[in-house]
């Protein structure tokens, strides 16, 4: 799945020269990042965070006409046209 994260400028450009060492992909050093945090139990300051559960909220309705949330630009557009 693609999706856009927004980073500090210093953070992406280590996380490029660490992967170019490691002759990785960006890609896959961001998701090993994301892995092992999110198996993280236990152990340091941030292990200390517990569980949440979370209750999901649903209602009936659906997509407004005209949204294609298949074509994003088409539905940034519509989004834009509502404001």
């Not at 992967?19 to 139990?41: K, M, N, T, W």
């Not at 200390?48 to 005209?66: F, N």
């Amino acid at each position: 799945m693609k999706t856009t994260v927004e980073l500090p400028d210093d953070l992406i450009i280590a996380a490029k020269k660490r992967a170019a060492e490691l002759r990785r992909p960006l890609r896959v050093l961001i998701e090993r990042g994301l892995r092992a945090e999110l198996g993280r139990r236990g152990g340091g300051p941030e292990g200390r965070e517990r569980s949440v559960k979370v209750r999901w909220v649903t209602v009936d309705g659906g997509l407004p006409l005209g949204v294609d949330v298949a074509d994003r630009a088409a539905m940034h557009e519509w989004l834009r046209t509502q404001r």
